[in-house]
């Protein structure tokens, strides 16, 4: 397997790469000090694996697994054990070693990453999606949600609100996360900010919609769309 | 106070001498200069870049060998992201500890 690693403390990459030096068929092809760097790299380049640090300037190792449009198996490595959890978030993310790793440590980690290759079926390694429910993460707990019940979701900044019949929750993630989690016959984008559920619209004016109390903007792209998915007399 | 120890990195050394040495070069080079940011940034009340700082430096703590320790900077860093300062004088022991016994190397 072909690896990279990123991470900017260059201390972390040297210990890094002498562990993986100890498991055959890893090679690391490449270190970087930066995502940034790493991004241009993988524009070019393919590769098995990649191991990222998630506290790093400019770019977090989540900012940057969300650049990547077919990321690879990623490894997350870092000294933060609180940020576990949001690592359910990522389909790719198979593993997260908290430093300083330990070679049995990293070992099992490889070898989840190498039943992932050889099986054959796509499921994803963290499901967070089953069957009409999601689960986010709040202040490290996983709260299952009902999907049918949520009635719109706002993007703010690094995180979404989401509003559900009885609840409303604050998560770190993005609107496009959701939307790909979201079934489609029944949630619509119809601003960049909002995505609602089509069952709870109370009503609708020319360019917003009212969902319980809150008046959603929809944008002019998306009114067609929100026009043609609904039963109009 | 516990003292910097090698039981992490002779045990990933593996006996490899060369390594070991490259290993803490590459620590001596970039222990002083996250130090130093922790302090600039510490000194200039910048308190959550001086907790990232101390999320890095908890690195070197650890690889080192100081678990003690460790857990005192870990504490310092969720004080200082509540804008607190406490445990910083402790904290700075530790940094001088590492400092003192990366310059006998």
Redesign the interface.
Known sequence: MNCIIIDD????R??TA??CSNIPNLHIVEEFSNAIEAIKYLNQNEVDLIFSDI?MPDFTGFDFIETLKNPPAVILTT??SNLALNAFEYDCIVDYLV??I??PRLEKAIRKVESLKSNTSSQPVLDTTLENHLYINIDRRLIKIDIPSICLVEAKGDYINLKTETEDYRVHSSLKKIEDKLPANLFLKVHRSYIINLKKIIDIEDNSVLIKKDVIPVSRANRPELMNRLNLL | MEEPNYS?IN???RGDEA?KN??LD??K??FPEEKDIFIKNFESGNLELAA?NV??L???I??LGLVKSYAVAEKFEENLKENSVEGYEEFGQILQKITDFLETL
């Open positions: 403390e260059a201390t972390a040297v210990i002498k562990l506290h000294s933060d430093k300083p330990e070679l | 992490y045990e990933l050394s390594f490259k290993l590459v620590v080079n970039e990232a999320h890095k908890k690195f070197k650890s690889i």
